[in-house]
């Protein structure tokens, strides 16, 4: 009896590390470009579901009276999503979310008052489930007002209420979250004019970015790369 034919996946395709993470603010199109890279390297998809946290519509309208409940609906959350990237690890199946677990800090340090801070970090770490650090980074940026934007023309009702005061804030906190990041490698990337939605050709572009990339941090601007020490490119 013939043997069946050997497949062999195109070593392009196949996924250059087991466990990626985009991140970024929103508006900044993590899930869109996590959804790409997944189909293109078959991988398992983790995406973050805001939409099962009953307090984010009311922080949006009242953010100083709902961080609190907000942050601590993200931390179960992120506890559960934990559980299921150290499942995908075990099981050494390729996983790419479009979240890292350790974000809620982000939030949580820009939104909370010093006294709630420190009640979340102790009823957080009561919930913290110790996961695997992705083998590598995607962060997206893009300036607020590009964000705003964006959001402002995907018209998702409880977005809407997002202020461009947050979202300079919450672009300064991811700036500085990624300016000490240093547990796996980061790939910047200017994603204002890059769209791997739409374009293949992008997408292969980004994908390449990712495969070839060997230091521990580089700044990527569509036909053009930067590497150095840190974030940004150099201003001349």
């Not at 993590?30 to 995406?47: C, G, H, I, P, V």
């Not at 769209?195 to 495969?211: F, G, K, Q, T, Y």
């Not at 521990?216 to 036909?223: G, L, M, P, S, T």
Request: glycine fraction near 2%; charge should be neutral; include cysteine.
């Amino acid at each position: 009896m013939n043997s069946p034919p050997l497949t062999v996946t195109a070593p392009q395709l196949r996924p250059p590390f087991g466990y990626i993470a985009i991140e970024g603010p929103i508006g900044v199109g993590k899930t869109s470009r996590a959804r790409r890279l997944a189909q293109r390297w078959s991988m398992q998809e983790l995406f973050e579901r805001p939409q099962d946290n009953p307090f984010l519509e009311r922080f949006y309208r009242d953010t100083a009276r709902y961080a609190l409940p907000a942050q601590l609906s993200f931390a179960l959350q992120r506890a559960q999503q934990a559980q299921e990237v150290s499942a995908a690890h075990l099981a050494g199946t390729p996983l790419i979310a479009d979240f890292m677990t350790q974000k809620n800090e982000i939030f949580a340090r820009l939104t909370l008052q010093d006294d709630e801070w420190q009640l979340y970090r102790s009823l957080a770490a009561r919930l913290e489930v110790s996961a695997p650090a992705p083998d590598f980074v995607v962060y997206l940026q893009a300036s607020p007002e590009v964000l705003f934007s964006r959001i402002q023309k995907r018209a998702v009702p409880m977005e809407l209420q997002i202020s461009d005061a947050y979202l300079h804030a919450l672009c300064d906190a991811y700036n500085e979250f990624f300016y000490h990041y240093d547990r796996t490698p980061v790939l910047t990337v200017n994603a204002e004019h890059l769209n791997p939605l739409d374009s293949d050709a992008d997408l292969a572009l980004l994908a390449e970015r990712i495969e070839t990339m060997r230091g521990r941090k580089e700044f990527f601007v569509k036909a053009r790369r930067f590497k150095e020490r840190g974030l940004f490119p150099p201003t001349d």
